[in-house]
């Protein structure tokens, strides 16, 4: 752990200049060197999605990266997802709405999974809900207050 | 408790749709779990596991570990055998000795051998791999038939057998029953081992506060007195530890009680002077931390009329515990007060047996044992229907117990509080759209699938009594199962109210503030709700047993009754009138005979907290209430022959899902899901629900996919999420659920539980869809799950080798 790598990457729209080591998992950096701990860890091996981020606009599992391989690239987490006055998104105001969670610990990850979607999908059907959300795995809902919650949202960006 | 509030939907808060209070935190990505709680100077554990399943330990080389740069200790069991006292099991079981780390011997694959502490989890991991253990393997046992045969290789050496715990339970005229009845069947259901399996694993925290001789402890816990037990474990007093329960627990369902490694944890923080943590990594949790579930064979005899009334039947059930039994044993116990689900069965015959192995711990799950046992009953009320030809439904109808007849008491010593189930199928039925349900099978049948409907109707016993620990353990003779919760007001106005517990998903927040909203008629998003620490809290047996909604809910209408109670009485001496001549509204009283005598929230407020001259003579100051309440039914003893009040409510629910099967795969869909709940009044719907959805999910899980699967040398073959399958949002289909209220008398808004609601009828109505399928090809199957590949074999023997 000696041997540790200057990277500036932008996290949230904010630009970080940190050292980090090159075993160090992208997860492992955000929670722990950034204190973003909002980002969870539930299996280390990129299956059960808790872990998920905006990778260059792209949701993937932040524990399978390294955070040097971050370098120059652009990130997003669960708290860059209200605005900077935190006003919450209408993604995760129709979460709050629909309570689209229990314990929330797979929450910021299936939020992340469904801005992905919604970002590139105007107007999801229930299918497409449940193919973007269906790389994070949920214990506590059985995912049906999730999927009415992300139909909730399409909706309201198409109402106004 | 006495004063009933009106049922029904005279309710301003409960009852209705309200955003929750927890969730904000989670969506913004500030919740607070324990791996996210970091305290200055804080180290880290990593642990080797044996790669035995038994074997004994003969010698621990650790001085290439502690030579690594950041380490700054290695410790084995010989260390945590000098300095802790064994853990606690249910059972009396002295031969059975659990510590945090393996002492001299392993007993399964996976067990922790030994624990390195250092700057980091890398630094720790780095190291953990350069400690050299010498193993001498020994004989094991990994079937539990097996483990039950006498000669068995011994698990524990120190017990007389691999058998912990076997008694019959003998209620009513069974053999007359038997004797007496047109026809009797038996079989066998198999449920396997599988468990909740919360997307976080267990983690803990702890520091040794040198100048206060208190251990700080943050956990990932859900569990009935963690801090006694830590504290004995310990050898600390229990004002030495301090339980922070404001963590968020990521999911629990019953299994995050990670005695051990707190154990091992507030060992090393006080050994080192330092604080340290441990968060188990996934392969960890699955196949060292002891959070397996039952693992049950049930061996069914069933006697019944030509007109489909059963009369009786006999149950055993033989579960393997795995090593270190903790209370999970008493997952036997707890379906004695359902044993007979929601049917007039008049006698039964109930033989329980718990075998040790060497395969990770069992551990409390969601139910304690109850939605294997439903999968029994609710399969003998399908095979009774085919056997004699008669309508799955038609049959359950017959034998249900009617609305008329609650209370009603059950043959072992259970009074069963109110219910409603005619109704409740009948709702779900109707939900179904049964005539179409059936065509869409029959059509799917036509097509050439294979096609079944599924049919449960099962109980949600809540409240959680204790009841089964005197009744398993004659050394334990506790009947005290309590609840506590404190309400202050300040000088503000404001209402905040103090919890003894942490919360795993269950929205106690919400509860108690939705509770203690409509008791004194205030907002409840005003209110808020503070977790306690173990220090400050009042008596607390956690939200075990689908509990908290009746006795927290409970402890929260008492304490908000008290403070209305007394700001009554400051009205009153106010107005110098009787109690009964002044109207509540809205937190404000005033006298209904001279409505200028009016006194507002604040007023009455402000008198308690500042006008002492205005109080009623000898009355405390200020404005606060403690309660703290006994399970309703709560504090018998079982009788001698075995028969007690298991618990005080009981939640009804119905399932009717549809499921095809791929001929060519042995692949189940679910194409449409139904159920019926009745948790009499529901407080929070939202979170009753998402309770429910999450129930059948999980029990989805556990009808067709999840296992832990141990090969013949006692290794873990599902120790990743790529081997242990959880339903997606691919699995779980869209969920319709329709709700009834039969209120419960024993609680203060006739509330029952709902924490374990769809689990506990989810497998058994998977299990009765896939029969249903395979029954025109007169293929039966009743081990769960309902692998792919075990349908597939089924098929396949059926259909004869494929050319």
Same mark, same amino acid.
């Given at each position: 752990?000696?041997?540790?790598?200057?990277?500036?990457?932008?996290?949230?729209?904010?630009?970080?200049?940190?050292?980090?080591?090159?075993?160090?998992?992208?997860?492992?950096?955000?929670?722990?060197?950034?204190?973003?701990?909002?980002?969870?860890?539930?299996?280390?091996?990129?299956?059960?999605?808790?872990?998920?981020?905006?990778?260059?606009?792209?949701?993937?599992?932040?524990?399978?990266?390294?955070?040097?391989?971050?370098? =120059?690239?652009?990130?997003?987490?669960?708290?860059?997802?209200?605005?900077?006055?935190?006003?919450?998104?209408?993604?995760?105001?129709?979460?709050?709405?629909?309570?689209?969670?229990?314990?929330? !610990?797979?929450?910021? =990850?299936?939020?992340?999974?469904?801005?992905?979607?919604?970002?590139?999908?105007?107007?999801?059907?229930?299918?497409?809900?449940?193919?973007?959300?269906?790389?994070?795995?949920?214990?506590?809902?059985?995912?049906?207050?999730?999927?009415?919650?992300?139909?909730?949202?399409?909706?309201?960006?198409?109402?106004? | 408790?006495? #004063? %009933?509030?009106?049922?029904?939907?005279?309710?301003?808060?409960?009852?209705?749709?309200?955003?929750?209070?927890?969730?904000?935190?989670?969506?913004?990505?500030?919740?607070?779990?324990?791996?996210? &709680?970091?305290?200055?100077?804080?180290?880290?554990?990593?642990?080797?596991?044996?790669? @035995?399943?038994?074997?004994?330990?003969?010698?621990?080389?650790?001085?290439? +570990?502690?030579?690594?740069? #950041?380490?700054?200790?290695?410790?084995?069991?010989? /260390?945590?055998?000098?300095?802790?006292?064994?853990?606690?099991?249910?059972?009396?079981?002295?031969?059975?000795?659990?510590?945090?780390?393996?002492?001299?011997?392993?007993? !399964?694959? =996976?067990?922790?051998?030994?624990?390195?502490?250092?700057?980091?989890?890398?630094?720790?991991?780095?190291? $953990?791999?350069?400690?050299?253990?010498?193993?001498?393997?020994?004989?094991?046992?990994?079937?539990?038939? $097996?483990?039950?045969?006498?000669?068995?290789?011994?698990?524990?050496?120190? %017990?007389?057998?691999?058998?912990?715990?076997?008694?019959?339970?003998?209620?009513?005229?069974?053999?007359?029953?038997?004797?007496?009845?047109?026809?009797?069947?038996?079989?066998?259901?198999?449920?396997?081992?599988?468990?909740?399996?919360?997307?976080?694993?267990?983690?803990?925290?702890?520091?040794?506060?040198?100048?206060?001789?208190?251990?700080?402890?943050?956990?990932?816990?859900?569990?009935?007195?963690?801090?006694?037990?830590?504290?004995?474990?310990?050898?600390?007093?229990?004002?030495?530890?301090?339980?922070?329960?404001?963590?968020?627990?990521?999911?629990? !369902?019953?299994?995050?009680?990670?005695?051990? %490694?707190?154990?091992?944890?507030?060992?090393?923080? *006080?050994?080192?002077?330092?604080?340290?943590?441990?968060?188990?990594?996934?392969?960890?949790?699955?196949?060292?931390?002891?959070? %397996?579930?039952?693992?049950?064979?049930?061996?069914?005899?069933?006697?019944?009329?030509?007109?489909?009334?059963?009369?009786?039947?006999?149950?055993?059930?033989?579960?393997?515990?795995?090593?270190?039994?903790?209370?999970?044993?008493?997952?036997?116990?707890?379906?004695?007060? +359902?044993? &007979?689900?929601?049917?007039?069965?008049?006698?039964?015959?109930?033989?329980?047996?718990?075998?040790?192995?060497?395969?990770?711990?069992?551990?409390?799950?969601?139910?304690?044992?109850? $939605?294997?046992?439903?999968? +029994?009953?609710?399969?003998?009320?399908?095979?009774?229907?085919?056997?004699?030809?008669?309508?799955?439904?038609?049959?359950? *109808?017959?034998?249900?117990?009617?609305?008329?007849?609650?209370?009603?008491?059950?043959?072992?010593?259970?009074?069963?509080?109110?219910?409603?189930?005619?109704?409740?199928?009948?709702?779900?039925?109707?939900?179904?759209?049964?005539?179409?349900?059936?065509?869409?099978?029959?059509?799917?049948?036509?097509?050439?699938?294979?096609?079944?409907?599924?049919?449960?109707?099962?109980?949600?016993?809540?409240?959680?009594?204790?009841?089964?620990?005197?009744?398993?353990?004659?050394?334990?003779?506790?009947?005290?199962?309590?609840?506590?919760?404190?309400?202050?007001?300040?000088?503000?106005?404001?209402?905040?109210?103090?919890?003894?517990?942490?919360?795993?998903?269950?929205?106690?927040?919400?509860?108690? +503030?939705?509770?203690?909203?409509?008791?004194?008629?205030? /907002?409840?998003?005003?209110? *808020?709700?503070? @977790?306690?620490?173990?220090?400050?809290?009042?008596?607390?047996?956690?939200? &075990?047993?689908?509990?908290?909604?009746?006795?927290?809910?409970?402890?929260?209408?008492?304490?908000?009754?008290?403070?209305?109670?007394?700001?009554?009485?400051?009205?009153?001496?106010?107005?110098?009138?009787?109690?009964?001549?002044?109207?509540?509204?809205?937190?404000?009283?005033?006298?209904?005979?001279?409505?200028?005598?009016?006194?507002?929230?604040?007023?009455?407020?402000?008198?308690?907290?500042?006008?002492?001259?205005?109080?009623?003579?000898?009355?405390?100051?200020?404005?606060?209430?403690?309660?703290?309440?006994?399970?309703?039914? =709560? #504090?018998?003893?079982?009788?001698?022959?075995?028969?007690?009040?298991?618990?005080?409510?009981?939640?009804?629910?119905?399932?009717?899902?549809?499921?095809?099967?791929?001929?060519?795969?042995?692949?189940?869909?679910?194409?449409?899901?139904?159920?019926?709940?009745?948790?009499?009044?529901?407080?929070?719907?939202?979170?009753?629900?998402?309770?429910?959805?999450?129930?059948?999910?999980?029990?989805?899980?556990?009808?067709?996919?999840?296992?832990?699967?141990?090969?013949?040398?006692?290794?873990?073959?599902?120790?990743?999420?790529?081997?242990?399958?959880?339903?997606?949002?691919?699995?779980?289909?869209?969920?319709?659920?329709?709700?009834?209220?039969?209120?419960?008398?024993?609680?203060?808004?006739?509330?029952?539980?709902?924490?374990?609601?769809? !689990?506990?009828?989810?497998?058994?109505?998977?299990?009765?869809?896939?029969?249903?399928?395979?029954?025109?090809?007169?293929?039966?199957?009743?081990?769960?799950?309902?692998?792919?590949?075990?349908?597939?074999?089924?098929?396949?023997?059926?259909?004869?080798?494929?050319?």
């Amino acid at each position: 752990m000696t041997d540790r790598r200057d990277i500036r990457l932008t996290i949230n729209g904010r630009v970080h200049a940190a050292c980090a080591a090159p075993r160090m998992t992208l997860v492992d950096f955000i929670r722990d060197e950034l204190g973003l701990t909002g980002t969870h860890i539930g299996c280390e091996h990129g299956v059960c999605g808790a872990c998920s981020v905006i990778f260059d606009g792209k949701p993937i599992r932040s524990c399978l990266m390294f955070a040097v391989q971050a370098d =120059g690239h652009a990130i997003t987490t669960v708290e860059g997802l209200e605005g900077a006055d935190g006003t919450l998104s209408p993604l995760q105001d129709s979460f709050w709405e629909a309570h689209a969670m229990q314990c929330g !610990y797979c929450t910021p =990850g299936m939020l992340i999974a469904a801005h992905a979607l919604l970002a590139e999908n105007l107007d999801p059907t229930e299918d497409d809900i449940r193919e973007a959300i269906s790389g994070n795995l949920c214990r506590c809902t059985g995912y049906q207050q999730i999927v009415e919650a992300v139909v909730h949202a399409a909706r309201r960006r198409k109402g106004g | 408790m006495d #004063g %009933h509030a009106p049922h029904g939907s005279n309710y301003r808060y409960v009852a209705r749709k309200r955003r929750t209070k927890e969730d904000k935190r989670f969506i913004t990505g500030r919740g607070r779990y324990v791996a996210d &709680v970091s305290v200055p100077g804080m180290k880290h554990v990593a642990v080797i596991a044996s790669p @035995h399943a038994a074997a004994r330990i003969a010698a621990i080389r650790t001085a290439k +570990a502690l030579a690594v740069p #950041g380490v700054v200790a290695v410790v084995t069991g010989a /260390d945590i055998v000098a300095a802790t006292n064994p853990m606690q099991h249910g059972l009396d079981i002295p031969g059975v000795r659990w510590y945090a780390l393996a002492v001299d011997r392993a007993r !399964y694959a =996976g067990e922790w051998v030994a624990a390195v502490v250092a700057d980091s989890r890398y630094v720790a991991e780095d190291a $953990a791999e350069l400690i050299e253990v010498d193993y001498e393997p020994l004989p094991f046992v990994i079937d539990p038939e $097996a483990a039950f045969q006498p000669g068995s290789p011994p698990v524990h050496p120190d %017990h007389k057998s691999n058998v912990l715990f076997q008694r019959r339970f003998v209620y009513g005229d069974v053999d007359g029953d038997f004797r007496r009845a047109d026809h009797t069947l038996s079989f066998r259901v198999r449920w396997g081992r599988s468990s909740t399996v919360p997307i976080e694993t267990f983690g803990v925290l702890a520091r040794w506060d040198e100048g206060r001789d208190v251990l700080d402890v943050w956990a990932s816990i859900q569990m009935p007195k963690f801090h006694d037990q830590l504290a004995g474990c310990l050898r600390l007093g229990g004002n030495n530890v301090r339980v922070h329960y404001d963590v968020d627990v990521g999911g629990s !369902y019953g299994t995050k009680r990670g005695i051990a %490694h707190s154990v091992l944890v507030g060992f090393l923080a *006080r050994k080192l002077r330092t604080p340290v943590r441990f968060i188990e990594d996934r392969l960890e949790y699955m196949a060292g931390g002891g959070a %397996h579930g039952p693992d049950r064979i049930f061996d069914m005899e069933v006697a019944f009329n030509r007109d489909g009334r059963v009369l009786s039947h006999r149950m055993r059930a033989l579960d393997d515990v795995g090593c270190y039994p903790g209370r999970s044993p008493l997952q036997l116990g707890k379906p004695i007060g +359902a044993i &007979v689900g929601p049917y007039k069965i008049g006698s039964c015959a109930y033989e329980a047996i718990s075998v040790t192995t060497n395969k990770t711990s069992q551990v409390a799950v969601r139910g304690f044992g109850q $939605a294997p046992t439903n999968v +029994a009953i609710e399969t003998a009320m399908d095979r009774v229907a085919g056997f004699l030809g008669i309508d799955r439904l038609e049959v359950r *109808r017959r034998n249900f117990i009617a609305k008329g007849e609650f209370p009603y008491l059950i043959p072992s010593g259970t009074t069963y509080d109110s219910g409603d189930y005619p109704t409740v199928l009948d709702k779900t039925v109707a939900l179904s759209r049964w005539p179409e349900l059936l065509a869409k099978r029959d059509a799917l049948r036509a097509e050439g699938r294979l096609a079944g409907i599924g049919i449960a109707t099962c109980l949600e016993p809540s409240g959680g009594n204790s009841a089964f620990e005197p009744l398993f353990n004659p050394l334990n003779d506790t009947t005290t199962w309590m609840e506590s919760c404190q309400i202050k007001i300040d000088l503000g106005g404001t209402i905040t109210a103090i919890i003894a517990t942490s919360t795993s998903g269950q929205g106690h927040e919400t509860l108690v +503030a939705t509770v203690i909203g409509e008791e004194l008629e205030r /907002d409840p998003d005003t209110i *808020r709700v503070v @977790h306690s620490d173990s220090l400050g809290a009042f008596p607390s047996n956690s939200p &075990v047993g689908s509990r908290m909604a009746i006795m927290l809910g409970g402890a929260a209408s008492g304490a908000a009754r008290q403070i209305r109670a007394s700001l009554t009485r400051i009205a009153a001496h106010n107005f110098n009138v009787p109690e009964d001549r002044l109207e509540y509204e809205s937190g404000a009283i005033t006298n209904r005979n001279n409505t200028a005598q009016k006194l507002a929230w604040d007023d009455l407020v402000r008198i308690a907290h500042r006008k002492y001259h205005l109080m009623p003579p000898g009355s405390e100051p200020g404005l606060q209430a403690t309660y703290c309440w006994e399970v309703p039914t =709560g #504090g018998k003893m079982p009788t001698p022959d075995g028969r007690v009040q298991m618990y005080p409510c009981f939640s009804f629910e119905a399932h009717v899902p549809l499921v095809a099967i791929d001929p060519a795969s042995g692949k189940v869909d679910i194409l449409a899901y139904f159920v019926g709940h009745d948790c009499g009044t529901v407080i929070s719907p939202d979170i009753v629900r998402g309770i429910t959805c999450g129930g059948i999910a999980h029990g989805i899980g556990a009808a067709l996919y999840e296992k832990f699967e141990y090969d013949a040398n006692g290794q873990l073959l599902a120790g990743t999420f790529a081997d242990y399958l959880m339903p997606s949002a691919h699995e779980v289909p869209a969920i319709a659920v329709t709700e009834h209220c039969t209120p419960s008398p024993h609680t203060p808004m006739g509330q029952k539980g709902s924490g374990e609601a769809g !689990y506990l009828g989810a497998p058994a109505a998977i299990a009765s869809a896939v029969n249903d399928a395979l029954a025109p090809l007169g293929l039966a199957i009743t081990t769960l799950p309902m692998r792919l590949k075990d349908i597939e074999a089924l098929l396949a023997a059926k259909s004869g080798p494929k050319p």
